[in-house]
């Protein structure tokens, strides 16, 4: 008779996921998961499979999440919403930030030359630029910023403004710092 799983499953993933935001993918040891996760090592296989399928999953889940955050903060729309995204990422407590992002981490230790992570990756941007696309729209209309605004660039320009922000961060750029990052780029918008 086989053994019940005597542990959450979304609990461990998270648990796994601190490790892997932490020390990225190669820096993380089998070792460091079993403890992080507090089960064992076949327990680990039979979950999730091998180290590659248990990262892949819980990046999927840290940009599902982070995406989410984002994703509240632009309700609403219009310039407003760029600004309280780009504010609460600003105010994201300093253990976080001392971690970066794990999205830009993985970028950063697998560059472009990753389908599954380049999938994720695309995956989360295009449902995040989606909605800041969105936003700017309506600021344009709204009078926000000016009308003759090329979206796609203003876009890309939020998404870097936001990446360089995480790697601020990481870099241990102060919570002031960050704020100024992301008022500035709202007043860069607003022409």
Request: glycine share 8%; charged share 25%; proline share 1%.
């Given at each position: 008779?086989?053994?019940?799983?005597?542990?959450?499953?979304?609990?461990?993933?998270?648990?796994?996921?601190?490790?892997?935001?932490?020390?990225?993918?190669?820096?993380?040891?089998?070792?460091?998961?079993?403890?992080?996760?507090?089960?064992?090592?076949?327990?680990?296989?039979?979950?999730?499979?091998?180290?590659?399928?248990?990262?892949?999953?819980?990046?999927?889940?840290?940009?599902?999440?982070?995406?989410?955050?984002?994703?509240?903060?632009?309700?609403?729309?219009?310039?407003?919403?760029?600004?309280?995204?780009?504010?609460?990422?600003?105010?994201?407590?300093?253990?976080?930030?001392?971690?970066?992002?794990?999205?830009?981490?993985?970028?950063?230790?697998?560059?472009?030359?990753?389908?599954?992570?380049?999938?994720?990756?695309?995956?989360?941007?295009?449902?995040?630029?989606?909605?800041?696309?969105?936003?700017?729209?309506?600021?344009?209309?709204?009078?926000?910023?000016?009308?003759?605004?090329?979206?796609?660039?203003?876009?890309?320009?939020?998404?870097?403004?936001?990446?360089?922000?995480?790697?601020?961060?990481?870099?241990g750029a102060s919570i002031a710092t960050l704020r100024a990052i992301a008022s500035f780029a709202v007043q860069a918008l607003r022409g």
């Amino acid at each position: 008779m086989a053994r019940q799983k005597e542990f959450d499953r979304i609990d461990t993933l998270n648990r796994a996921l601190e490790v892997f935001w932490q020390k990225g993918y190669a820096g993380t040891s089998t070792s460091d998961l079993l403890e992080a996760m507090q089960i064992g090592r076949q327990s680990m296989y039979d979950t999730f499979g091998d180290k590659r399928s248990l990262y892949l999953e819980a990046l999927q889940q840290y940009n599902q999440a982070s995406v989410n955050d984002l994703l509240r903060q632009l309700q609403g729309g219009g310039l407003d919403a760029i600004e309280r995204m780009l504010q609460a990422f600003a105010s994201r407590p300093k253990r976080d930030n001392a971690k970066g992002c794990m999205g830009v981490n993985a970028i950063c230790e697998f560059g472009t030359d990753d389908d599954e992570v380049n999938a994720l990756r695309d995956a989360s941007g295009k449902q995040l630029n989606q909605a800041v696309e969105a936003a700017l729209r309506e600021a344009a209309v709204g009078g926000q910023i000016a009308a003759d605004t090329d979206i796609p660039q203003a876009v890309a320009f939020v998404a870097a403004t936001l990446s360089g922000m995480k790697v601020s961060a990481k870099a241990g750029a102060s919570i002031a710092t960050l704020r100024a990052i992301a008022s500035f780029a709202v007043q860069a918008l607003r022409g």
